[in-house]
């Protein structure tokens, strides 16, 4: 049974405390989370992720948890999450979809600006690409990225950024054939290890413990949310609260691509230290090339 503090009046109210004690809020849970979440690097070479379709997933410890959200940018949802993952100094994974990035930019370039990964989820979410013809299909995957690209691209403040080599199927539903299309452009697949069933018509009561169930019964993972259901960003809150009790931690996915590069030599600790200039923005000449 649901425990009664996750009843929609509880909801309600406290959505109420967190816009006028924000502040205080954000300062202690963040404290509470352990302060920025460990960054676990997507190696280069690609390779399918996620216990619920493939063999391996993420390179994560025990009880550390991957936020990903699916289906996005939505008016609503999607800034609730934002502002949720923030008083939580959670960073997140978005698979957004093309046709929404294109409706919705400014979203694509909020969640980038506040230091989340953003991947893509085909251009307009056809429920089974296996279904469409190959060039269809594949025309779904390149159109999605070059429409979120396209939202980044459109202000100076993240015009530098590249939308990550991640790929998540629609419905998760996948073929050897566009994963091998994707390996060629340097993308990785994302499934996921613990779902949520956000995408279900249940009550953010539901998800909230639903969600919490399949954490603990993986003890972590890639957990599957969706940022187009208000459900979702209702339950999002106390998911996080209840994870931090029991002590999990989350970890941010972030392309091998855009770790900052290694000093290829440590000088004598007596020597001056002289500032050097920023290195150029690497960019991912083999996503670009495959739209
Ligand atoms: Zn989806």
Redesign the pocket.
């Known amino acids: 049974m649901m425990n009664a503090k996750f009843s929609l009046a509880a909801f309600g109210l406290a959505l109420t405390m967190s816009v006028s004690a924000h502040g205080a809020e954000m300062s202690q849970a963040c404290l509470d989370a352990g302060g920025p979440n460990r960054t676990v690097v997507i190696p280069t070479e690609v390779q399918s992720y996620g216990t619920m379709q493939y063999a391996n997933t993420v390179d994560l410890e025990a009880k550390e948890v991957v936020l990903t959200f699916?289906?996005g940018p939505d008016p609503n949802a999607t800034l609730s999450i934002l502002d949720t993952l923030d008083r939580y100094c959670a960073k997140a994974t978005f698979?957004f979809?093309g046709h929404r990035a294109e409706r919705y930019p400014h979203l694509v370039r909020e969640a980038a600006l506040r230091g989340h990964t953003i991947a893509s989820?085909s251009y307009s979410?056809p429920n089974n690409l296996r279904r469409l013809s190959w060039n269809r299909a594949t025309r779904q995957i390149t159109r999605g990225i070059s429409e979120i690209q396209q939202a980044l691209d459109g202000a100076p403040e993240t015009a530098d950024v590249t939308v990550a080599p991640f790929f998540?199927f629609?419905?998760l539903n996948h073929s050897s054939a566009l994963r091998g299309w994707l390996g060629a452009r340097g993308i990785s697949t994302f499934s996921c290890d613990v779902g949520t069933d956000d995408w279900r018509r249940i009550s953010a009561n539901a998800v909230v413990y639903r969600a919490l169930r399949n954490i603990r019964s993986k003890r972590g993972g890639i957990v599957i949310f969706?940022d187009t259901k208000m459900r979702t960003a209702a339950a999002l809150p106390f998911v996080l609260r209840q994870m931090q009790k029991e002590g999990y931690q989350i970890a941010h996915m972030v392309p091998e691509r855009d770790m900052p590069a290694e000093p290829e030599a440590i000088g004598n600790p007596d020597d001056p230290i002289v500032e050097t200039p920023p290195l150029e923005q690497p960019v991912d000449h083999s996503l670009r090339s495959a739209l």
Do not use: A, K
């Open positions: 699916d289906d698979f979809t989820h979410h998540r629609p419905g969706h």
